[in-house]
């Protein structure tokens, strides 16, 4: 008995993680990124001794340009100074089932997602929860019926208006786009699975620009789609790889990573590909799963690699 329960919560945990694609990777075929070279990843991030992450979900900049990991370890979060200088770790496991998407809004407030428990929390900078959205069960948020549920939420984004935009549906989720208000009440929604204008296969990552136009990851489907803050689309851009994470630096240039097919890249303001960086591996400067990507002040770029857990850097050559 005890087996089969281990096996079916193994299975149950499973089913909420991205699964590489039966096929080939797919490099982006761009002209590389000279500015750039990868540090080896064992002695970019200086953790305590004895202290391992579990599978890197997320990176973003604090306010005061520190990096902070987000990772399904024993802690969930890491704090570090971009030179590598640990800083200290925080953090309630217990909060957590598969942790997945890092962001801190205009006011300071962190943004945590979870794909496992179906949740949406603010936190304050130790990780104090402010808000949870979501009841920690999958199904549908539907005010008329009273039900307030995500399945699968991957992502957040705050526009100009304090408004909170989730984005949804990761494996088994329905894919879509949910709208609040910045005390958590619900707005509306859009998107479903599909591959048209405004549809998504798995909307894996959200981004909003100073002027409050949308850009979600349309993961396995290719391409960043734009909309404004109704839901109306604005238009795609297509590549020829996985678009996984998105980043918006202040320099005005996107930033993307391709997942398994292991690369990130940097985009014009119109959506062209400028350069790219990695390949799939375990090597240095290689991912087993590109997830999430930030820059720091230094424009120095650090990934979330799930799969080979730990933080890829690449150091800004200017």
């Given at each position: 008995m005890r087996f089969l329960i281990a096996l079916t919560l193994l299975v149950a945990s499973s089913s909420a993680l991205a699964q590489r694609p039966d096929r080939p990777s797919l490099p982006l075929n761009a002209y590389s990124l000279p500015d750039y070279h990868a540090v080896d990843a064992a002695v970019a991030l200086h953790l305590p001794a004895g202290v391992v992450f579990g599978s890197v979900a997320a990176v973003t900049m604090t306010p005061d340009n520190h990096l902070l990991v987000l990772n399904r370890g024993e802690v969930p979060f890491y704090e570090f100074a971009t030179d590598g200088t640990f800083i200290r770790s925080f953090g309630n496991k217990e909060l957590f089932r598969v942790a997945h998407g890092l962001r801190f809004g205009p006011d300071g407030?962190?943004?945590?997602?979870?794909?496992?428990n179906h949740s949406v929390y603010k936190m304050d900078a130790n990780g104090n929860v402010q808000m949870t959205l979501g009841t920690g069960?999958?199904?549908?948020?539907?005010?008329?019926?009273?039900?307030?549920?995500?399945?699968?939420p991957n992502?957040?984004?705050?526009?100009?208006?304090?408004?909170?935009?989730?984005?949804?549906?990761?494996?088994?989720?329905?894919?879509?786009?949910?709208?609040?208000d910045r005390d958590g009440k619900f707005i509306k929604q859009w998107g479903h699975k599909g591959t048209g204008p405004g549809e998504f296969f798995a909307a894996h990552s959200i981004e909003i620009d100073k002027n409050d136009t949308l850009y979600v990851a349309d993961r396995e489907n290719m391409r960043i789609e734009r909309f404004d803050?109704?839901?109306?689309?604005?238009?795609?851009?297509?590549?020829?790889?996985?678009v996984c994470g998105l980043y918006l630096h202040k320099d005005g240039f996107l930033y993307f990573t391709s997942g398994f097919d292991g690369e990130w890249a940097k985009l014009d303001p119109d959506g062209k590909v400028l350069g790219s960086l990695g390949s799939p591996g375990k090597a240095n400067g290689q991912f087993g799963e590109a997830h999430y990507l930030v820059l720091d002040a230094q424009n120095d770029v650090f990934v979330a690699?799930?799969?080979?857990?730990?933080?890829?850097?690449?150091?800004?050559?200017?």
């Open positions: 407030a962190l943004w945590v997602t979870d794909i496992g069960k999958a199904g549908d948020w539907d005010e008329a019926k009273g039900e307030h549920m995500f399945n699968q992502e957040t984004a705050i526009d100009s208006h304090g408004n909170i935009y989730v984005a949804q549906g990761h494996t088994s989720g329905e894919p879509k786009v949910l709208k609040f803050t109704e839901g109306k689309f604005l238009g795609e851009w297509k590549f020829g790889a996985m690699d799930v799969s080979n857990r730990r933080v890829q850097l690449y150091r800004h050559d200017p």
